[in-house]
């Protein structure tokens, strides 16, 4: 190994001195002479948490999710815990997905836990994130676990760890237990030893007092009740919400549910579809051949956690159509905020929060229905610290993410797929009522509120280089930044970073009003934005485009979206 870094090589020589099982130690000789370039991603950092929590490959190593990395983990979380809570009791709920490992991964963590005197509320079944949110309050735990790895390829898992609040950990918190996991440099630091007795299961009765608080969020009983028996299809693409989410449509009073069965059961291995992300639509394939069958009118599918949810609907020409995330963002901030203005219930202490490379139309909506509206970082975790920070002041409405995140509400503290997919269903159910489709709906915004439309670019690379790769690439952004793209000139540069937010043409710099982070925004002089944010938890970069123009007839809607798109693929084109 004289060729790796000598950091990397003394990371590889503690876990083969370490007390680790004999089988991961001939793995990695094995590696250290057939693939030595493996074994330095395996092991040149340790996971940290980022906007996704812990989260990576499965496989040996310090950078890796693996069995000793997820022990390492829970045991800085429960230093921290006992920490911050001495001499109370302290309860931890853990969930998984089904995800490869993931009884491995939860029960891993459940036992170094009660090892360390905590005591654990584990699911008897496989639950959605947003279920172990609210289980978290429900419970009074300090703290939740979730095994996960969201939407990611089947090589991949996660551990997201959330807080008393039921919301994934956020600043000092997400630091303070990284710091704690640092402490731990040996595996003989991690207590392993079991106390079954601290053990406790929740039982499948949960469900119905989750049900019933996602029953509450319901506006329109009379529009579901005339439209009952709507053709809806729904698919877990393998994952945890395959119970949850058509109990949620019956809890509503939907009553023609058809599930996409070659994808009911859950499997770890995503059988049926390149990446089990309903944003891509070949994750949707089956679906939508299953709502043709059936002539539906909504599509849904949830990601294999559950807590994103994506919707396909028919459109004017027969067609069905992949709603966007911020397209379904915008029919349920809208519906939201015309339900609520109806039922006299805007006071002026609601509010809204969206993130800042969500659709901007959000936050016109909001304005137009004299709601406050918080934009905040991205990752649902920092939608959840200003429902905290407002909790027993104000009333949340609703908020969201492009990434086909929204939550309603605020029992659960997490993006919640099951109760999205039931309020999809009753938005449309209400207009439906009205003999409105949804792109009329979307079209009467956009004429009241201007015509956005975005797209996204997702760049991987691989390894160290890869990581290094995209730490130049933003730096290049803030040293040179271009001075024009797609043909129009950058008038505003926000460098949330630096916390900086710079006019161009004058050259005047003004601080931003926000938390740092690597993310850097362009404002062109035609009115488009550009976002990049790489990744925190892997080497990606995402590269977030909007573009939008007024709307004059709400008939031209086809015809203006045609030159938007236009405008959104030069955008493409120029970071391809």
Request: net charge negative.
């Amino acid at each position: 190994m004289s060729s790796i870094d000598p950091a990397i090589e003394s990371k590889v020589q503690k876990w083969l001195d370490g007390n680790i099982d004999a089988e991961t130690k001939e793995a990695i000789k094995k590696l250290k002479v057939e693939n030595p370039t493996e074994l330095v991603d395996s092991f040149y950092q340790d996971l940290e948490f980022g906007t996704g929590g812990l989260r990576g490959l499965m496989g040996i190593g310090t950078n890796r999710m693996n069995v000793y990395t997820v022990g390492m983990a829970t045991q800085g979380l429960a230093n921290y815990l006992l920490k911050c809570f001495p001499n109370e009791e302290i309860k931890v709920a853990i969930t998984h997905d089904s995800r490869i490992n993931n009884t491995l991964f939860a029960r891993t963590t459940a036992d170094v836990l009660t090892a360390n005197g905590i005591t654990v509320l584990y699911f008897r079944e496989m639950r959605p994130t947003p279920m172990l949110s609210f289980a978290v309050r429900h419970f009074g735990c300090k703290s939740g676990v979730m095994i996960t790895a969201s939407h990611n390829p089947k090589e991949y898992n996660g551990y997201k760890a959330y807080w008393d609040d039921g919301a994934q950990v956020v600043a000092p918190h997400d630091t303070n237990i990284i710091n704690e996991v640092k402490k731990i440099t040996s595996f003989d630091q991690v207590i392993w030893n079991k106390n079954d007795e601290l053990l406790h299961y929740i039982e499948e009765g949960f469900d119905q007092i989750y049900l019933d608080k996602v029953k509450e969020l319901s506006l329109s009983p009379n529009a579901i009740q005339a439209n009952k028996s709507m053709p809806i299809v729904f698919s877990p693409i393998h994952g945890a919400s395959g119970k949850m989410v058509p109990d949620a449509l019956r809890a509503f009073g939907f009553d023609n549910i058809h599930v996409v069965q070659e994808q009911i059961k859950p499997d770890g291995t995503f059988p049926t579809v390149i990446y089990p992300n309903p944003e891509e639509a070949e994750a949707l394939t089956l679906s939508v051949e299953l709502g043709k069958r059936v002539n539906a009118d909504l599509v849904l599918a949830c990601d294999p956690d559950g807590d994103r949810y994506a919707a396909v609907v028919p459109n004017e020409f027969g067609e069905y159509e992949l709603l966007n995330g911020n397209q379904t963002g915008t029919l349920l901030t809208y519906y939201l905020l015309s339900r609520w203005k109806e039922a006299g219930k805007l006071d002026g202490r609601q509010f809204m929060v969206n993130t800042i490379v969500t659709t901007e139309l959000i936050n016109r909506l909001a304005e137009g229905f004299g709601v406050k509206c918080f934009n905040v970082l991205t990752g649902f975790k920092n939608i959840a610290a200003i429902i905290r920070e407002l909790e027993g002041k104000e009333t949340f409405i609703g908020g969201g993410e492009e990434s086909y995140g929204y939550l309603v509400g605020d029992f659960v503290r997490d993006k919640d797929g099951v109760s999205a997919c039931a309020m999809v269903a009753e938005s449309i159910a209400y207009y439906k009522t009205q003999g409105k489709n949804v792109f009329q709906v979307l079209a009467e915004v956009y004429h009241q509120f201007g015509f956005y439309k975005e797209s996204l670019i997702s760049v991987t690379k691989k390894g160290k280089d890869g990581a290094e790769q995209i730490q130049k690439l933003m730096a290049d952004f803030r040293t040179n930044p271009p001075a024009a793209m797609n043909g129009s000139p950058v008038e505003r540069i926000v460098d949330v970073k630096n916390s900086t937010v710079t006019d161009v043409k004058s050259g005047k710099v003004e601080q931003l009003d926000l938390d740092k982070s690597n993310v850097m925004q362009f404002y062109l002089e035609d009115g488009s934005k550009i976002s990049a944010r790489p990744s925190g938890t892997e080497p990606k970069i995402k590269y977030y485009f909007s573009v939008n123009t007024p709307l004059s007839n709400e008939g031209d809607y086809r015809k203006v979206e045609k030159e938007l798109t236009e405008k959104l693929e030069g955008l493409r084109a120029y970071f391809s």
